[in-house]
C-alpha cells in the first residue's frame, strides 16, 4: 500500500500489542510461510489479538468489523496506526 511507505514495521521483540489497530503494509498479507493470510482482499487495518508475535514471527489478527474472522500475519507486514 504505497501510502504507508512512511510506516514503521513492528519489530518481532515488540510487546504491548494486544487490542491494538494495525496498517496492513502489503497488498497480500501472508502468514509464516507465505501462504495468503484469511483477511478480505484489499484489507488496510486490522485488529492485533496477541500481545508479541509467537515464535513462528506470526501474529492474530481480524477486520476491525469482523472479529470472528481470526487470521495469521507476519509481524513485519503490520505498523501500529497512529492514535
Same mark, same amino acid.
Given at each position: 500500500?504505497?501510502?504507508?511507505?512512511?510506516?514503521? *514495521?513492528?519489530?518481532?521483540?515488540?510487546? /504491548?500489542?494486544?487490542?491494538? #489497530? =494495525?496498517?496492513? %503494509?502489503?497488498?497480500?498479507?501472508?502468514?509464516?510461510? @507465505?501462504?495468503? =493470510?484469511?483477511? *478480505?482482499? /484489499?484489507?488496510?487495518?486490522?485488529?492485533? #489479538? @496477541?500481545? $508479541?508475535?509467537? *515464535?513462528? $514471527?506470526?501474529?492474530?489478527?481480524?477486520?476491525?468489523?469482523? *472479529? =470472528?474472522?481470526?487470521?495469521?500475519?507476519?509481524?513485519?507486514? %503490520?505498523?501500529?496506526?497512529?492514535?
Amino acid at each position: 500500500m504505497s501510502t504507508d511507505q512512511g510506516l514503521t *514495521p513492528l519489530r518481532y521483540d515488540q510487546t /504491548g500489542l494486544q487490542g491494538k #489497530l =494495525a496498517r496492513v %503494509l502489503v497488498e497480500e498479507p501472508t502468514d509464516e510461510i @507465505d501462504w495468503p =493470510a484469511d483477511l *478480505p482482499t /484489499g484489507i488496510e487495518r486490522v485488529v492485533i #489479538l @496477541d500481545d $508479541h508475535p509467537n *515464535p513462528h $514471527h506470526t501474529l492474530r489478527v481480524h477486520p476491525p468489523d469482523d *472479529p =470472528a474472522r481470526i487470521a495469521l500475519v507476519v509481524f513485519d507486514q %503490520l505498523a501500529l496506526c497512529e492514535e
